[in-house]
Nanobody
């Protein structure tokens, strides 16, 4: 069982920056794909960025060149550096840990409770 706790959300003006952190339980953290998702009111939860256990990253087109995901396996933490924030980035951001298990590679997901990011002037 993986437990995730997000922090770093808040209110920021357009063009500003925030860094989100997700602290995970230490058990086999490095074997999980870590990701950040976000959900705005009335919209589906969407993938923002992910990073594999080997450091391969993936970003939504809407955040490429602005956001950077990274992980610190030694401290069991994943980060999302968000720069040049836009009002449309406003959402609850959720940390995700994904592990593939079994012969069918079933994905097991663990979620944090979310942290609010509001971008407004």
């Amino acid at each position: 069982q993986v437990q995730l706790v997000e922090s770093g959300g808040g209110l920021v003006q357009p063009g500003g920056s925030l860094r989100l952190s997700c602290a995970a339980s230490e058990s086999i953290f490095s074997t999980y794909v870590m990701g950040w998702y976000r959900q705005a009111p009335g919209k589906q939860r969407e993938l923002v960025a992910s990073i594999s256990s080997s450091g391969v990253t993936n970003y939504a087109d809407s955040v490429k060149s602005r956001f950077t995901i990274s992980r610190d396996n030694a401290n069991f933490t994943v980060y999302l550096q968000m720069n040049s924030l836009k009002p449309e980035d406003t959402a609850v951001y959720y940390c995700n840990a994904r592990k593939f298990r079994g012969i069918y590679l079933r994905a097991l997901d663990y979620w944090g409770q979310g942290t609010q990011v509001t971008v407004s002037s």
